[in-house]
């Protein structure tokens, strides 16, 4: 079987990916993530999925690589990873009682063909109204502070959440499986 490559450092991702009960390696893909000028939240999250992917392939020629990027979204607004207390408490001020789009990229890269398929797996999130006591008890316990939008759904951030919309609750904490089983199904890797 050709190697399998998770081109990121997300504890998330490697854990879901771990899911499919297949070998993989994990590599560092150092990209630079700034959006480009005009570029629109989903471009921007196809395009780093794909340089992700292709950023480790030199090192890793023969491989079946997986990059993927998630942006998160209300009004054309990107919110990030908050890295801290006061802009997570921000975030959660801004995103309460609003629907959020997490819209996440992913890309298979056969660095064997230099064939590459990207698809972008959205992902409608409701906010309930959130008080600032809720906001703050909710960061004492658990600091979702490299999370973007400051809320973590496979955790506790689960109780800020009005409602989810989507094809793939995984798509969510940052990667699809269902669009990467297919996906690997097609590059010839049995996951069944």
Do not use: W
């Not at 570029?39 to 079946?64: D, F, G, M």
Request: net charge negative.
């Amino acid at each position: 079987m050709q190697e399998i490559i998770l081109a990121s450092t997300s504890p998330y991702r490697r854990e879901l990916l771990g899911r499919l009960g297949l070998p993989f390696s994990v590599a560092n893909p150092q990209t630079d993530e700034s959006p480009l000028p005009g570029e629109t939240p989903e471009a921007l999250a196809l395009r780093l999925s794909e340089a992700k992917a292709r950023a480790v392939a030199t090192a890793h020629p023969r491989a079946l690589i997986i990059g993927s990027d998630q942006v998160a979204t209300v009004d054309g607004k990107i919110y990030g990873k908050p890295g801290d207390h006061s802009r997570a408490v921000q975030q959660l001020r801004e995103l309460s009682g609003k629907t959020v789009n997490f819209f996440t990229g992913l890309c298979l890269y056969n660095a064997a063909t230099g064939e590459a398929e990207v698809r972008g797996v959205p992902t409608l999130v409701a906010f309930r109204t959130l008080s600032d006591d809720e906001i703050e008890h909710y960061l004492r316990r658990e600091p979702a502070y490299n999370c973007a939008g400051s809320a973590k759904s496979e955790g506790l951030g689960i109780a800020l959440l009005q409602s989810m919309r989507g094809d793939d609750p995984n798509a969510l904490v940052g990667l699809p499986l269902i669009a990467l089983c297919d996906m690997l199904r097609r590059q010839g890797v049995a996951v069944l």
